[in-house]
C-alpha cells in the first residue's frame, strides 16, 4: 500500500490517523510541524501527504507548496472551510477531494 505522510500539531488527529492508516494496510509517516515533515521527506518520498493548515510557526500552505514541488499530492486536512482557504489550496494544486 502507500507510504502517506500526515502533518499535524494536535497528537490525537496524529494517533487517529495512524491508526487508521495502518488499519488499512498503509505506511503512516507522521509530523507535528512542518520542520519535521521535511525532515521526513528528505529520507523518504512519501506517496501522499495530508496537511493541516494551521499548525503553530510554518502554516499548512507553505508546506503544502513544497511538497507539490517535489511530486507529492498533498490533501488537506484542516478545520477551516472558508472558499478562500479552498481557492488558496487548489490554486496551489492541492487535491480536491470534497
Known amino acids: 500500500m502507500a507510504a502517506i505522510l500526515f502533518v499535524d500539531d494536535e497528537s490525537a488527529i496524529r494517533e487517529m490517523l495512524r491508526m487508521v492508516l495502518k488499519l488499512s494496510g498503509h505506511v503512516p509517516m507522521e509530523a507535528s510541524d512542518a520542520e519535521h515533515a521535511r525532515k521526513i521527506v528528505q529520507e523518504q518520498k512519501p506517496d501522499l501527504a495530508l ?43 492541492a487535491e480536491n477531494k470534497a
Open 51 to 93: 496537511v493541516d493548515i494551521m499548525m503553530p510557526g510554518e502554516d499548512g500552505f507553505s508546506l503544502a507548496k513544497d511538497l507539490i514541488s517535489v511530486g507529492i499530492p498533498v490533501l488537506f486536512l484542516t478545520a477551516r472551510t472558508a472558499v478562500a482557504d479552498r481557492v488558496r489550496g487548489l490554486w496551489m494544486g
